[in-house]
């Protein structure tokens, strides 16, 4: 266990080491590590030390790494050691000298001396902490997170200090948090949800953190027991739900569960709910704004709704003409608030197209607040998978499919899945005589994208159905492969129900 007292000194260690390598204010750190306390005392050093933290998903690959490198040019990477063979070549292209690896756990006295002189933590806890912080201005940068874009082109959306700590600080009295909550923490690190919504709201209150470093449904049963708030995607809760041990005995001294970054399904809602007589607090947000949105702590949760807006956030629901709509109309969901990103990273002409003249940031998503002031998210219009939490935009994986050998065009589409929300598939139309196997496509894929983006099926096509402009009908798709990752129901079971 470590201290408050414990970690104060260490992050003001690890603070004090970034500024020996030469870091200043407004530099960039990227980060692509393995969760453990030592991820989370790096990200906190970097806002003491006035740096920007760059999280970066530990699914990324090869070309994915290269370019987030060559575009933020950081002046640091730490890295996990085991990717250490292919990253070395990136960072000695792009001149980055300031590379570390940070390992799972720390490193004991018999590993090789390489390894040590490589080790960030070994040679942070060897530097006298700082003392406070480096001053930083509210609108001055914090992080910089990278989301797909929809061209296949990622953008870093550019979050300052006032867009994390006004967030944080609403979300602390919005779910009523206090010094004696203890957070189960199973989420990754390099996402939103783990490392803002939840890192940042606990820390608020000096409250305890009960850290895995992953989700496993028993593990996290058993830690239930000594903990009063979990946070997680719905892909958790359905993991939760399936352990047979789960039951309102686990959850006796739990005070909120909330979920969020993919839709949570009526069924799991319910289930839970019934299984266990905790509601889940369902909420609405996204990397470039933090929480917009959430259902009340006191007040009626409602399953399929993400709430109301919460404190100084402005929400609207525009239509196609521009006007705002009425209860009950559907349109694009639109904020103003201090959540709200100072842009893209280097995309000054994409940052002005994501707000409308009068300020707005265009979320992309659709939604309808109901006659009782509740948000209902309806769709995307930016054609977003979101699979067990994780975005993926369709643009990405259709670039790569269409370059390979034998395909004419391809179309990406989410299809539903009972474990992760919405399963990636792909649609290939193959060109005359070319024979493509789905086993050999997902193969090739695998070697260039992270896991979460890569189709779970391939269905090979002679050619994707089309409208009459022309565009590729994804609608139609969605609805011819719905029933893939359907439950199998056998025929006994069959028989059973019906009687």
């Known amino acids: ?5 414990e970690f104060d000194e260490l992050t003001g260690r690890y603070a004090a080491f970034i500024q ?5 204010p407004g530099d960039r750190v990227a980060v692509q590590v393995e969760k453990s306390v030592e991820a989370v005392m790096l990200y906190l050093a970097c806002l003491r030390a006035g740096v920007v933290y760059l999280p970066l998903n530990t699914a990324y690959r090869e070309s994915e790494i290269a370019y987030f490198l060559g575009d933020a040019a950081p002046k640091v ?3 996990s050691p085991k990717d250490a ?3 070395a070549p990136i960072c000695e292209s792009l001149r ?4 570390f690896t940070m390992p799972p756990s720390r490193l004991d006295e018999n590993a090789k001396a390489d390894e040590k002189r490589a080790d960030w933590d070994r040679n942070a806890r060897n530097c006298p902490p700082i003392n406070g912080f480096v001053h930083r201005d509210d609108d001055d940068l914090a992080c910089i997170l990278y989301t797909s874009g929809t061209t296949g082109r990622s953008k870093g959306a550019m979050l300052t200090h006032k867009n994390l700590s006004s967030n944080a600080l609403t979300l602390h009295r919005a779910w009523g948090f206090t010094e004696t909550d203890v957070l189960l923490h199973c989420l990754p690190l ?3 949800h783990g490392l803002f919504v939840a890192l940042n709201t606990i820390l608020l209150n000096g409250g305890r953190i009960v850290f895995h470093t992953r989700f496993d449904g028993a593990a996290a049963i058993a830690a239930l027991r000594e903990a009063t708030v979990f946070m997680g995607v719905p892909t958790y ?3 939760l739900l399936a352990e047979p041990a789960f039951d309102a005995a686990c959850c006796e001294h739990m005070r909120l569960f909330v979920s969020g970054s993919a839709p949570l399904l009526a069924e799991t809602f319910e289930e839970f709910r019934q299984r266990t007589g905790h509601t889940i607090l369902e909420r609405y947000g996204m990397t470039e704004t933090g929480m917009i949105t959430s259902n009340p702590l006191h007040a009626e949760r409602r399953g399929g709704t993400v709430g109301f807006p919460l404190p100084e956030i402005d929400v609207r629901v525009a239509l196609d003409d521009g006007g705002i709509a009425k209860s009950g109309e559907i349109g694009h969901i639109q904020l103003k608030g201090p959540n709200v990103l100072a842009g893209y990273w280097r995309m000054p002409e994409k940052t002005a197209e994501e707000f409308t003249p009068d300020g707005y940031f265009k979320t992309g998503d659709m939604g309808v607040f109901g006659n009782d002031g509740y948000l209902s998210i309806v769709g995307r219009s930016k054609d977003l998978v979101i699979s067990g939490g994780y975005n993926v935009y369709p643009k990405e994986i259709e670039l790569l499919l269409d370059t390979l050998d034998g395909v004419a065009e391809s179309a990406v589409i989410g299809l539903p899945h009972p474990d992760f929300g919405e399963a990636v598939a792909a649609v290939v139309a193959k060109k005359a005589d070319a024979a493509l196997e789905e086993a050999a496509i997902i193969s090739t894929l695998k070697k260039q994208l992270a896991n979460f983006k890569v189709p779970k099926r391939v269905f090979v096509v002679a050619e994707l159905p089309r409208n009459a402009m022309g565009k590729v009908q994804k609608n139609v798709l969605r609805q011819q492969y719905g029933d893939t990752f359907a439950p199998k129901v056998s025929a006994l079971n069959a028989t059973a129900q019906k009687d």
Not at 20 to 24: A, D, K, P, R, W
């Open 20 to 24: 020996s390598l030469g870091v200043e």
């Open 1 to 5: 266990m470590t201290t408050a007292a």
């Open 85 to 87: 063979e292919w990253v």
């Open 96 to 99: 980055l000298a300031n590379r």
């Open 77 to 79: 990477f730490v890295h």
């Open 190 to 192: 390099f996402h939103v």
């Open 237 to 239: 809760y359905t993991r």
